[in-house]
């Protein structure tokens, strides 16, 4: 298989249905319009749905993007696996109550095994566990063994973000091979590992969700296909993860080079992500190490050393106050870790005061003891 730049992929899944029929737009905006139940595009779709309902006539019945998501639901999941990406752009054919389940199964198909060039072995569809129409699509149609065909529950295999065009879908799979699984004996289609990735997923949208989970039927049945273009990039190129693509390779590579840092040397996980680089590239406080050599010293003083340790505490603590300032203003800038060197010499610096203090004014009452006593046995009083 020819391994395609991200670029040349995305074109050639917009020029694939352009040749189908579809209308190709260019990526709608990140921000949606109109539309009070999202904060940002997170699907192909979002910008679409007044299509699929039919409350808006769409510009064609076939539409094909490349549209830009950012999709927040993911972000624990990001650095941690070789897929997950807060911003990705996801190709889309679309049938806004024009072609449904067999042509949509047949073209996802035919891009991804005659166009992209992938080996159809390692290709596994699943389907929705009630839908036997795409059941058979995909076993008597496309020839695909029963065997490899993954029946999924709701969880899986029935697609909605919120209130909206909703609808059981049927997900395609990649075996990157052994050195991407978690060797469990249990691993396969469906596993949390990096192994078997979802690369495309034909939605069948036919219901609509108000919200509230009521479901009605919407008066034409359409097709909501979604593909993350990183993904396809990431197998195609057989590249550890979404940040080892071409493109994404060479924005890291940038990121490296501002950071001095270099990716996974430095950092102890695989696909660790460009965010945390960044965090990398984070400058320490100033006077954190200062403030935290003052503050450990004071308390060793304070004890023996009263008012060395309590001017020393003083230091510490007046200097932590600038540094925390600093920190507070901009938490971006600096690094946690020297935030917290300040804020440990600032308490050490605290308790030295308490005890130099004690200290202190234990030896000035010994002190005025002593003068006290010396006056009395002068005087004689
Ligand atoms: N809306 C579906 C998804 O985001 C398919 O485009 O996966």
Redesign the pocket.
């Known amino acids: 298989m020819k391994k395609y730049g991200l670029n040349e992929l995305r074109q050639m899944f917009l020029d694939f249905f352009e040749s189908k029929g579809h209308l190709v737009k260019s990526s709608y905006s990140l921000v949606p319009h109109n539309d009070n139940s999202l904060l940002l595009i997170?699907?192909?779709?979002?910008p679409l749905k007044p299509y699929f309902t039919g409350q808006e006539v769409p510009p064609r019945t076939r539409m094909a993007t490349c549209q830009k998501?950012i999709r927040t639901g993911d972000i624990e999941n990001i650095g941690k696996t070789a897929r997950h990406g807060t911003f990705f752009e996801?190709l889309?054919n679309f049938s806004f109550g024009d072609y449904f389940k067999h042509e949509a199964i047949h073209w996802s198909w035919e891009f991804l095994t005659e166009v992209v060039g992938l080996e159809a072995d390692r290709l596994y569809p699943s389907v929705y566990l009630e839908d036997d129409e795409a059941f058979d699509i995909w076993n008597k149609e496309m020839g695909i063994p029963k065997d490899r065909i993954f029946k999924f529950g709701k969880e899986d295999n029935f697609?909605e973000?919120g209130a909206g065009p909703c609808g059981p879908?049927s997900?395609i799979y990649y075996d990157r091979g052994e050195k991407y699984g978690c060797g469990k004996p249990d691993c396969t289609v469906g596993c949390e590992c990096d192994r078997y990735i979802e690369i495309w997923?034909?939605?069948f949208?036919q219901f609509e969700n108000d919200g509230k989970g009521n479901y009605t039927t919407l008066k034409q049945k359409n097709i909501?296909?979604?593909?993350?273009l990183e993904r396809l990039a990431t197998v195609v190129q057989d590249v550890d993860s979404i940040f080892d693509v071409d493109t994404i390779k060479a924005l890291r590579d940038k990121v490296c080079e501002i950071s001095g840092k270099e990716y996974k040397k430095e950092y102890k996980f695989n696909n660790q992500c460009i965010m945390e680089i960044m965090n990398g590239a984070k400058k320490d406080l100033p006077n954190a190490t200062v403030v935290l050599v003052l503050g450990i010293l004071s308390l060793i003083f304070c004890w023996c050393y009263g008012f060395f340790g309590l001017i020393l505490g003083i230091i510490a603590v007046v200097l932590a106050g600038g540094q925390r300032k600093l920190y507070l203003q901009s938490p971006d800038e600096y690094t946690e870790s020297s935030f917290k060197n300040v804020n440990a010499g600032r308490v050490c610096g605290i308790i030295s005061i308490c005890i130099a203090g004690v200290v202190v004014v234990v030896l000035l009452l010994v002190l005025m003891g002593i003068v006290a006593g010396i006056g009395i046995a002068s005087f004689g009083l």
């Open positions: 997170n699907a192909g779709m979002a998501c996801m889309g697609w973000h879908c997900e997923n034909n939605v949208t909501d296909t979604g593909m993350g």
